[in-house]
């Protein structure tokens, strides 16, 4: 059974930074492309940033374009969000969700449990 852990949330200070991890289990991580999602009050889930099986490829929304990383250590069956300079509007509660394939294709079948982010101002 493919388990998603996510951890590394908490408040923060606008401008502040924060890693997120996402730890794997239950498949061959490194054949799986992984995402972050985020989900604030009120608003559905959006899409943050997604890295293929090799981690050669990145994509990010528009909106943390330039201020989050996400990389990943297939070795470590890890992938990571690095937030940088957050800002209020980035509290959230953060998913990790495992892709279909290698490619980052929005096909998900595992989503982790989520950690809080509190960006304060």
């Known amino acids: 059974q493919v388990q998603l852990v996510e951890s590394g949330g908490g408040l923060v200070q606008a401008g502040g930074s924060l890693r997120l991890s996402c730890a794997a289990s239950?498949?061959?991580?490194?054949?799986?492309?992984m995402d972050w999602f985020r989900q604030a009050p009120g608003k559905e889930r959006e899409f943050v940033a997604g890295?293929?099986?090799?981690?050669?490829?990145?994509y990010y929304a528009e909106s943390v374009k330039g201020r989050f990383t996400i990389s990943r250590d297939n070795a470590k069956n890890t992938v990571y969000l690095q937030m940088n300079n957050v800002k209020p509007e980035d509290t959230a509660v953060y998913y990790c969700?495992?892709?279909?394939?290698?490619?980052?294709?929005?096909?998900?079948?595992?989503w982790g449990q989520g950690t809080q982010v509190t960006v304060s101002s």
């Open positions: 969700a495992s892709e279909r394939g290698a490619q980052v294709s929005w096909d998900y079948d595992y």
């Open positions: 239950g498949r061959t991580f490194s054949n799986y492309a």
């Open positions: 890295v293929s099986a090799s981690g050669r490829f990145t």
